[in-house]
């Protein structure tokens, strides 16, 4: 076992190199997850704003007189 | 006056940011000679439907059509002058000089000069005045000029009232008035704030 | 010229833009200070050894002159944008690749020749030959245009973005790696007695693409940069 | 036959639509990536040999060449988006070319790492200005400018089209990384695998090699699934259909 | 309510730019619970005299006393807020955290909060939203909402009026009563050309 | 900390500096990306001996940050001034000076920070030794700040001045000298195997004593800026 983790003396580089290749795309598979669950957050604050905003007694609609 | 396409004419035209709309359809016909003022009240959108009706943004749905026929940047010659929230002027020109721009890029009204549409304005004696130095209402009539100066038909004009004092709002109306007389059209905004003169103008009011 | 043909739209936006560069012509002479400055920084950093800077110097006036290019670059078309005469340009009844043309030719006219004539000082402070100095003086005539072409047409992309300096920076260098490889190559060679024709061509055939192409690809960006 | 094929394509671009078929897609291209990734790690690092020269330090090929490769394709497959997003003006093909970026950014720092780690032992350097090694570096500022150019706009559609722009005029970096070996004479190695005809490596090392190679194929497909659901949902945050999602995400915990 | 010393005071107040006078001597008095407008064409020097008031400028003859002390922009402890043509907003900031900057810099008045204040402008629904995308008269809102917020005595509003709707005109006229009602002076300026609502106030006039 | 008290105040400034920072977190990860390409093109125009690229590193290191710097300083007061938050910082009953002072902390925290830490990684790929690769960082920790603050006082001089980047450049360029003297001799003592301690020393002492400085000069500049 440990012949293995030395890798003929060269574990540093091979064992780093596979760490940094793990490391790398699990940040990448994480990020996009965690980016959704704040647009979802932030949507649902938005939604909780607008209900606020649209003031009693106005038309959601546009009009024009031409 | 009234020709048979309309100068300028909207259809059914939305536009939505991010997928919010900001108005919803808003239908219009503009023929010659005539003025119309778009209202509506702080946040209703009367910047982004000029900006939307100068071709600079894309309108989601519905389409702007110039002369009758469908609307794009490249095609529509300077018929269009838009007047926005920024003037447009270098300030480290003077007015004659900014204005002597327009004219090359556009071409000159008949009938008229640089000098003559300063006057016009109230800017005797600032003509060569860097646009720096002037006063807010000063660069606003500064860029008032460039309207009578320009051959366009159709003046889009994004709250033309603001920071003017009593008498520039008098010129403005003049300005709108000789305007119409010579055929061309107008679409102004304004909160209403500002009482404006003349035969009651067509109105587009806007909802937040 | 009748105002309004295109023949007078141009030169009216080419007076004004050199105008306006007259009106601020210390910021003419700022590029070539700033250049003067960063050269001269290079003897104090690495000590005054004259051959170490003579087999450096090529390629410091090289890198040098591109990143004062690079900041007079932000300034090509961002005020026009903030201050509204964008619009005007872009409604105006002429093709708007030419009136972006004519911008950019006086960009390179304001910002880029100065910077080319002072370039022999510059490199002859850091003990580069003579006959090295005239092909530098050859490369960077051909290779400031294509910087100012590819730069115009980076900047006009990144003129809708909230906040442009340094993120130009960051598009355009790699761009301008191998107009900096052939130019410094060509100066490398004929220092070391080489032909040095070849890269110039390149760099010749570059522009020849990049004069006709870019300011086309400019009007294309800028109408996405304005649309907000 | 002939006519389901278009309006399944059709319904395919519609964003829910999209949105529910890359949901349900992203969890077996994660599955398989994973499992294919654990085959070829169990045959790269211990059922193929020490190489006769390099030792142990040749394993890193496992990753470095995959990663290599997917740094070249997706920039690919990300020109073929922009260019279908700047001509057709379609959504999808904007948010695939912008959600493949991060992704190929990855891959191309990976690439980068792991030559370094592997050029230490082999040349002694961590780095040299060599042909290959620097163009790749080039491409890493090209991705990392066109990310950068996206990010930088107000508005994501205009982000998105700007960045696309950019993405075509980085093209030309992508031939020069994959010839460089044979335009100029590097210390980087030349082709020493070809998917027609023999290739200069024993099978037991090969084999692996190609499981990787799908595996990451599989693990991008997955990712940029996952981005692209991510970027769906801000770019339609007004529309009904995120609106039911974001709130009935709330109520049942999940989204 | 009008105490013995007055809050701001000019005497003999002149500018010159360059040696061309932009507004003669200028004198008054503005006791707490009185409001002040100033009025003038474009050009006439307004925003200059609010300048000079805040300190930015220096004056060339006269001098300004608050409290009844010499004024200097050291020691006048954050009595006084002033509102621009430049809102001093950050545009990347919302509205809530703008706010909760200048309540760390000048403190709170007693009984309020920043959600309320921006209720009170109208702007409830809007908190979160970062400045860059509200519209014109929405910043104008933002700003106005500190007013509110911070303690100072004496408010400088240059043009406060310019951008808003009609609703938000009689917003400033309310603010500006509340804030007389509470013993605060201010100065308004404007071209006169919307109405000033409640008691006819003190006009100060000056001439281009 | 009650709201207005001046604890409060500072904290507020810094906070919201570093928001916008944060929101902006793009513009952090510029100027390292522009160090980093700078760095970049050396090699390209100099080609890739590692011999002349190993001589030459600590030095091109230095001058790199130092313009890295020097484009965001350009964004320290300027945005202040334009949208009229500087009025109000003004205004404010606080001592200008303290929070001026804080604006430069977060300017150095979130524009030279980053740059100090990824100079290790720059250094290396122009193959700076290891032992002189502490040095540079010890060095750079040191006159990063200096650099922070004499830049800031510029700025704020240059802030009156219509158009104030370039002029900028020029005014800090020979101000910096020393710094880039001692800093680089410092590194290079370190690659000789010579004594390095004495030039970071004396940096030090100007760091003490333009901490104590460089905010009231600041505070003082702005004081005229706003005179227009
Ligand atoms: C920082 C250093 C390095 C970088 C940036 C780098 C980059 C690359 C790239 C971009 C490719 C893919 C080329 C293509 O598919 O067209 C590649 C392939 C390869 N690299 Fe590296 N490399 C580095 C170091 C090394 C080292 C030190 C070795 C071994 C001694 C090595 C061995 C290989 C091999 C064997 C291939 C496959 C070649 C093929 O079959 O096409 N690389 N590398
Ligand atoms: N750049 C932007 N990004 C996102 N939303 C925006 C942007 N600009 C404006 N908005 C939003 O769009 C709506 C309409 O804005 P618009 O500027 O068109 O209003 P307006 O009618 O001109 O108002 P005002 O009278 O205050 O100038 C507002 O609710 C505003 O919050
Ligand atoms: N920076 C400056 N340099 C030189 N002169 C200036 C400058 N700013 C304004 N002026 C001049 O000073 C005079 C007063 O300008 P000011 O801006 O105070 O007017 P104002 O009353 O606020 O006008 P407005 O109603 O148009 O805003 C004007 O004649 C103007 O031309
Ligand atoms: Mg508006
Ligand atoms: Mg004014």
Redesign the pocket.
């Given at each position: 076992m440990s012949a293995f983790l030395a890798m003929g003396g060269y574990g540093f580089y091979v064992w780093t190199a596979f760490a940094i290749f793990f490391i790398v795309l699990l940040i990448d598979t994480l990020a996009p997850l965690a980016r959704r669950r704040r647009h979802l957050r932030e949507i649902r604050a938005r939604i909780a704003r607008q209900a606020n905003r649209r003031r009693p007694g106005t038309p959601a609609r546009n009009e024009s007189n031409a | 006056m009234t020709s048979p396409s309309p100068l300028l004419e909207a259809r059914a035209l939305c536009f939505s940011r991010q997928d919010e709309p900001v108005f919803g359809p808003v239908d219009f016909a503009l023929h010659g000679g005539e003025v119309a003022l778009v209202e509506g009240d702080n946040g209703s959108g009367k910047t982004t439907l000029m900006r939307v009706l100068t071709g600079m943004l894309h309108a989601g749905e519905g389409e702007v059509l110039l002369d009758g026929a469908p609307f794009a940047l490249d095609t529509m010659a300077g018929a269009v002058v838009f007047l926005g929230h920024h003037l447009g002027l270098k300030f480290d020109l003077s007015a004659r000089e900014n204005l002597a721009v327009s004219a090359g890029l556009y071409g000159v009204r008949a009938g008229t000069s640089i000098t003559a549409v300063l006057g016009d304005v109230g800017l005797a004696g600032f003509e060569d005045?860097p646009v720096?130095?002037?006063?807010?209402?000063?660069k606003k009539r500064a860029a008032l000029a460039r309207l009578l100066l320009l051959p366009a038909r159709v003046w889009l004009l994004d709250e033309p009232y603001a920071?003017l004092?009593r008498e520039g709002i008098a010129l403005v109306n003049r300005l709108l008035r000789d305007h119409a007389a010579r055929g061309g059209a107008a679409l102004v905004t304004s909160h209403g704030a500002v009482t404006f003169a003349g035969d009651e103008p067509r109105r587009i009011r806007l909802h937040a | 010229m009748t105002p309004g043909s295109t023949p007078a739209a141009c030169a009216a936006l080419l007076r004004r833009d050199l105008t306006l560069a007259w009106r601020r012509r210390g910021d003419i002479a700022l590029p070539v200070l700033y250049a003067v400055i960063v050269v001269t920084l290079f003897p104090f950093a690495l000590g005054p050894e004259p051959q170490l800077l003579q087999r450096i110097a090529g390629g410091v006036v090289f890198v040098t002159v591109l990143l004062a290019m690079l900041l007079s670059l932000d300034g090509l078309f961002r005020p026009d944008i903030d201050d509204g005469s964008m619009e005007q340009l872009m409604l105006a009844p002429q093709p708007l690749a030419l009136l972006v043309g004519m911008k950019i030719l006086a960009h390179w006219l304001t910002a880029a020749l100065p910077l080319v004539v002072v370039a022999p000082v510059l490199a002859s402070m850091l003990h580069l030959p003579p006959p090295a100095i005239v092909v530098l003086v050859v490369a960077l005539a051909v290779a400031t245009p294509l910087l100012s072409l590819l730069g115009a047409v980076l900047v006009a992309l990144a003129a809708g973005a909230k906040r442009s300096g340094m993120l130009l920076a960051l598009m355009l260098l790699p761009l301008c790696v191998p107009v900096v490889i052939f130019a410094a190559g060509a100066v490398a060679a004929a220092q070391d007695g080489l032909p040095w024709i070849a890269p110039i061509a390149w760099l010749g055939a570059g522009l020849a693409l990049a004069v006709v192409l870019a300011p086309l690809a400019c009007a294309a960006a800028l109408r996405i940069a304005m649309d907000t | 036959m002939a006519n389901w094929v278009p309006l399944w394509l059709h319904r395919l671009g519609s964003p829910p639509t999209f949105y529910r078929f890359a949901g349900a897609v992203y969890p077996w291209a994660l599955g398989l990536a994973f499992v294919l990734g654990a085959i070829a790690l169990y045959g790269g690092l211990v059922v193929a040999p020490a190489d006769y020269q390099q030792g142990d330090a040749y394993r890193i090929i496992f990753i470095h060449v995959p990663s290599a490769w997917m740094s070249l394709f997706i920039y690919g497959v990300m020109t073929l988006a922009a260019f279908i997003a700047l001509v057709w003006r379609i959504k999808l093909a904007e948010t695939v070319a912008m959600a493949s970026a991060p992704i190929g950014a990855a891959f191309t720092a990976i690439t980068l790492a792991t030559g370094s780690l592997w050029g230490k032992p082999m040349w002694g350097t961590w780095w040299t200005w060599d042909a290959r090694l620097t163009s790749e570096l080039v491409l890493l500022f090209i991705y990392l400018g066109i990310i950068g150019l996206c990010h930088a706009f107000e508005d994501r559609r205009q982000g998105a089209r700007a960045a696309a722009f950019l993405v075509l005029v980085g093209a030309v970096n992508v031939p020069i990384v994959h010839f460089s070996v044979n335009w100029w004479n590097t210390l980087h190695q030349g082709a020493t695998i070809r998917l027609l005809g023999p290739s200069h490596m024993a099978a037991s090392m090969v084999w692996p090699l190609l499981t990787m190679m799908g595996a990451t194929k599989f693990y991008y497909i997955a990712s940029l699934f996952s981005r692209v659901r991510t970027e769906l949902l801000a770019a339609e945050g007004g529309k009904a259909w995120v609106r039911e999602l974001a709130v009935a995400g709330v109520a049942g915990g999940k989204a």
């Open positions: - | 005045e720096r130095r002037l006063s807010a209402g000063q920071n004092d | - | -």
